[in-house]
């Protein structure tokens, strides 16, 4: 028994010594840029963008990201995974001509060389929801209604005059995405403010 137990080990150390050979640390696979994204269709939204395009057959696609910028001058990333072939842009409050370049991203983060394309959203929902938003009296405080046809988040900041020291607060906050809405401000006192 003492010799198969001895034969066993040193069939063991063999197959580990010879198996023993020095690896170099190489990365998984040769990461390079991916193809870029190709038949490219832009759609303008209500404050925004639709970019539609077919993705290249490249096994290294992680994803396809958007880069543009608002008229304020803040840079926005959009991204989209490789189960997609779309992007929507957000956030442009009118209706003048922008530009967003279009990459393919690799795995480990090298993107493709971009695509610009250029597109004018059409009017924002915050816009139609303020030059709709009408204000009225009610019982210890005042009443708001508007309109919101493209069902968007949105959020109404109500700010006021602080009492003690006279500046401006956020008195209260509101969030609806219904079409029409009213919502009202109470818990003051009757007179004029």
Known sequence: MKKILYLVSFIASFFIAVSCDEIGREPFNKDVA?????????????GGAKITY???NDKNLLYVK??????????????????????????FSDTIQYKANIYSV??????????????????????????????KTTFGGVAFTYTNPYEANLRFTLLTKDTITGEIVI????????KTGRFALRGYNPRER
């Open 54 to 56: 077919t993705l290249p």
């Open 34 to 46: 991916p193809e870029k994204v190709s038949n490219i269709n832009v759609e303008s939204l209500p």
């Open 66 to 91: 958007a880069v543009y910028t608002l008229a304020d001058g803040t840079v926005r990333e959009m991204k989209s995974s490789f189960y997609k072939n779309e992007i929507v842009l957000d956030g």
């Open 171 to 178: 008195a209260s906050n509101f969030y609806s995405k219904a």
């Open 106 to 135: 690799s795995r480990g983060e090298k993107a493709s060389e971009p695509i610009e394309v250029t597109f004018k959203p059409s009017i924002s929902p915050i816009k139609i929801a303020y030059e709709t938003l009408a204000m």
